[in-house]
């Protein structure tokens, strides 16, 4: 299981789903936390590898 969370893009005023980064569990956040856009593999095959962008809550954030 992964967690999801719908970002507000401050600048652009978008709201973008994505999935969270692995580790974190809904208990760890909370509506207005602070996340990053993060680049991670989605799954290898052969020689490539296939990307996914995944929200990373910022230091501080995580855990309270």
């Keep these: 299981p992964f967690c999801l969370a719908a970002v507000e893009l401050a600048a ?4 973008v789903m994505g999935q969270v ?3 974190v569990t809904v208990d760890d956040l909370k509506v207005g936390d602070e996340v ?3 680049v991670d593999t989605l ?3 052969g020689d490539s590898d296939y990307l996914v962008w995944k929200w990373q ?3 501080g954030d ?3």
Excluded: Q
């Design 12 to 15: 652009e005023k978008l709201v």
């Design 21 to 23: 980064v692995g580790g």
């Design 36 to 38: 990053e856009l993060i």
């Design 43 to 45: 799954y290898s095959e």
């Design 57 to 59: 809550p910022i230091s």
């Design 62 to 64: 995580r855990n309270g």
